[in-house]
């Protein structure tokens, strides 16, 4: 792959790195439930310290002003627990860089949530982050960036794209990983089938259209709300689940999935039956006919199901980006289950991405190494894989 430098290939010890890990988690009352990302970058950062490096992790949770927003003192723990050394936390306080000149070979320190520090949350150029002076300030201790998460690299933020301009910058372990994976993509192996679920319909038009306007799909299997959607840009009105669109304002996404329709509709394969909670919360399946329903909508149903595993079946290459139901929910993971264990036993190249998905997946047991390749981009995958430039890769590149 042109235009990177990965750190495996360089010799660390005795280096100070800067590495940029994704460990946005799930919060609940300021409680952290740690998954895959801390598990993941957890082991990238044992790598790189086993290797003798001084590994000073950077890293965000949540949104500044929100409730999930908050210290890393927990991330820092489950770090330490898991890959059986300590983690130190260390706050952005007036004295924070005199115990990173002191670190030993092989020591980690996490420092304290980068988005507490005021404009981390803002769009920058590399070289005007760069100029941000706790970016300044670290980078002055430091011998080299390595960037670790895809999950941020469609932001230009300071933590970022700040440190670019300013040190020897390098790909990291795990995402050394997530680009091999995505250069098997941009080969194009043929048949291409494209799974799609989950809540973030907006990117997952986006992604429609690109990927059917550049011929890279040879069928688009919907789900979740996003096949509500395309029933809705159809004419079907789903009933209960009718307010919800509009609550959260996704009926302005009806005329973007109208035009798709028209255009490709031919190369889409769409809920044929749905399952809803019915009033003792049970799953019931229903035919289209049944529409609309005085009932939740919360899968896809069995129908269905069977006519996305025969295109599993045919593909050589199969993206699964976002859970086909409310797999949280008892009787609503049926769909989301049965893809990903038809995508398991395929001999198709498989990416499965986002967070949503990637929670669904352990929740069902699955394992990382039942497929190609897992993500952990999110949003980040879903822009690479429509042709969008990331701001963090490019940053690498340069």
């Known amino acids: 792959m042109p235009g990177y430098k990965f750190i495996s290939k360089e010799s660390v010890r005795g280096k100070t790195l800067i590495v940029r890990v994704g460990l946005d988690s799930n919060v609940e009352n300021k409680e952290l439930f740690p998954g895959a990302r801390i598990r993941v970058h957890a082991n990238s950062l044992k790598e790189l310290s086993e290797k003798g490096a001084k590994v000073v ?8 002003g929100e409730e999930d927003c908050i210290s890393l003192k927990q991330h820092a723990e489950e770090i330490s627990e898991q890959i059986g050394k300590e983690v130190k936390l260390l706050k952005w306080d007036s004295g924070y860089l005199a115990p990173v000149k002191e670190m030993q070979n092989g020591e980690i320190i996490l420092m304290e949530n980068v988005r507490f520090h005021e404009g981390e949350e803002k ?16 980078a002055s201790v ?9 999950s941020v690299c469609h932001r230009s933020q300071p933590s970022v794209i700040g440190f670019a301009p300013l040190l020897p910058s390098f790909v990291g372990p795990f995402l ?29 038009i986006e992604l429609m259209k690109t990927v059917l306007e550049n011929g890279r799909a040879d ?9 509500e959607l395309f029933l809705k840009a159809s004419g079907k009105k789903l009933g209960e689940k009718d307010k919800f669109f509009e609550e959260q304002g996704f009926d302005n996404l009806i005329e973007p999935a109208k035009q798709l329709l028209s255009a490709y509709g031919e190369k889409m394969v769409f809920p044929a039956d749905l399952a809803v909670l019915d009033e003792d919360d049970e799953r ?11 009932f939740l909508i919360c899968d896809i149903g069995m129908e269905t ?21 409310m797999f949280e929910k008892h009787g609503c993971d049926f769909a989301t289950k049965k893809v990903l264990n038809e995508m398991a036993k395929s001999k198709a190249f498989s990416i499965v991405g986002g967070g949503e998905t990637v929670d669904a997946l352990e929740e069902m047991d699955f394992t990382f190494e039942q497929f190609s390749h897992v993500s952990l981009g999110g949003k980040a995958l879903l822009q690479y894989l429509s042709g969008k430039p990331l701001s963090g890769l490019l940053a690498l590149q340069k």
């Not at 769009?123 to 300044?136: D, H, I, M, P």
């Open 142 to 150: 430091a011998d080299m960036f390595v960037q670790n998460a895809l």
């Open 176 to 204: 050394e990983k997530e680009l091999n994976a995505l250069h098997q993509y941009e080969k194009g192996e043929r048949p291409a089938v494209f799974i799609l679920g989950g809540a973030k319909i907006d990117d997952s």
């Open 284 to 294: 019931q399946e229903i035919g289209l006919e049944d529409l609309p329903s005085d």
């Open 219 to 227: 069928t688009i299997c919907v789900g979740g709300l996003l096949g």
């Open 57 to 64: 992790a950077l890293a965000h949770q949540g949104r500044h």
């Open 123 to 138: 769009e920058y150029t590399a070289e005007e982050a760069s100029k941000v002076e706790w970016v300044q300030q670290l």
């Open 305 to 325: 199901v069977a006519a996305f595993r025969k295109f599993i079946q045919g593909a050589k290459l199969v993206v699964f980006n976002g859970p086909l139901g």
